[in-house]
């Protein structure tokens, strides 16, 4: 992990309890509503076929991210696989063996607990484990958080003495018939590839394997569709849309309440907002890690005009804080940790420039002292 110091900052940033407390409200109210038969009825049109199979577990490792507004926090989005869980802990125990390549105890049992419950409803069984566990990625060496997921692997090696790897789909076999690595069998992917719906060439047997019930996906294209993807932004601010779901009035009002005015590019008036881009942010939905996001104050309008109106969402634009620093005044978001309704963790990221990143000097993820 010695690679990744320079995205811990040694900054502190300070929380107020009712906003921590807001959030973690919003994470619960919008799990809610992912339950609701409603709202899953009007997300299947739009998504493939692959995100309406229901694997019956959901997605470890999942992130919300928001700024602080003046009226209180703000969801800026929805992260599927979330990477840097890791690095979030070290931020709060820079001196921790962690550091050196072990887990404390806490934390790897928290961890555990998240991969054994998916495991638990994949099988049904609260005894079986996983034979073997693959972490797969995109060239997963040339990967930023490669070292994260070397961890991740030695954690799985030692939870249940399984054969534990770090690979690219490509390298796997696999098919309906299940995924296999060198001709044995593998139980549990846990997937930080960003082919969120598997619909690229190399995810295709892995994506047959997962449709078939013959390996266990995490986090996997059903959770996407409902909570991931970034044009759910628009339902959730569509007060019509979320009342015919059936969700509770409090559900309601907190998701209301802390989610900008979120829209789909194609169903807006394209000349009005372009005269008013200055207070929406355009975010291509089948992007990732905020490629391609753009402010509306600094995009051209060449720029503008290559969006593609039907994936594209524009959100209510948000300013996030700043934080004092020993080289400057850096933008500060807040990441919260999640599996399913329970909240594993929160953190801040210290940035420049226009979106999120963890190569600002003196940036990247900082610990939270709550008041």
């Not at 919003?26 to 493939?48: G, H, M, T």
């Not at 555990?112 to 566990?133: C, K």
């Not at 690595?181 to 082919?195: A, E, S, T």
């Amino acid at each position: 992990m010695e690679s990744l110091q320079p995205s811990i900052s040694s900054t502190r940033i300070t929380l107020s309890r009712s906003d921590l407390a807001d959030m973690i409200r919003l994470v619960r109210a919008l799990f809610r509503l992912s339950r609701l038969p409603a709202y899953r009825e009007s997300v299947w049109p739009l998504v493939p076929e692959i995100a309406r199979f229901n694997p019956g577990h959901d997605a470890v490792m999942m992130g919300y991210d928001f700024h602080l507004s003046d009226n209180g926090p703000q969801l800026i989005e929805v992260n599927n696989n979330a990477g840097g869980g890791l690095l979030a802990y070290l931020a709060y125990q820079p001196d921790d063996p962690l550091a050196h390549g072990t887990l404390p105890e806490r934390l790897r049992d928290q961890l555990v607990a998240s991969f054994a419950e998916e495991m638990r409803r994949f099988t049904g069984s609260n005894s079986q484990l996983p034979r073997r566990i693959v972490i797969i990625d995109e060239n997963p060496e040339e990967q930023f958080l490669f070292p994260e997921m070397e961890i991740f692997r030695e954690l799985f090696a030692d939870w249940c003495s399984c054969c534990a790897s770090i690979i690219d789909p490509s390298e796997l076999e696999a098919s309906a018939k299940g995924v296999f690595i060198k001709g044995m069998p593998v139980d549990l992917i846990y997937n930080r590839h960003c082919d969120f719906y598997l619909e690229t060439e190399v995810m295709s047997g892995i994506r047959d394997a997962y449709r078939n019930g013959t390996v266990c996906l995490t986090p996997n294209p059903f959770t996407y569709g409902l909570l991931g993807d970034k044009r759910r932004l628009s339902y959730w601010t569509d007060p019509g849309l979320l009342k015919e779901s059936g969700l509770d009035e409090r559900s309601l009002e907190i998701i209301l309440r802390l989610i900008p005015e979120s829209r789909i590019m194609s169903e807006m008036n394209l000349d009005e907002l372009w005269t008013d881009r200055k207070n929406w942010v355009l975010k291509p939905a089948v992007l990732h890690a905020s490629r391609g996001v753009l402010l509306g104050a600094k995009t051209s309008r060449n720029r503008f005009n290559q969006f593609i109106p039907e994936e594209t969402v524009v959100q209510r634009y948000v300013a996030p804080t700043k934080t004092a620093t020993d080289i400057g005044d850096l933008k500060t978001d807040f990441r919260l940790y999640v599996y399913r309704r329970r909240v594993l963790g929160v953190a801040a990221r210290l940035y420049q420039g226009q979106i999120t990143n963890l190569r600002t000097e003196g940036g990247g993820f900082a610990a939270v002292d709550l008041i």
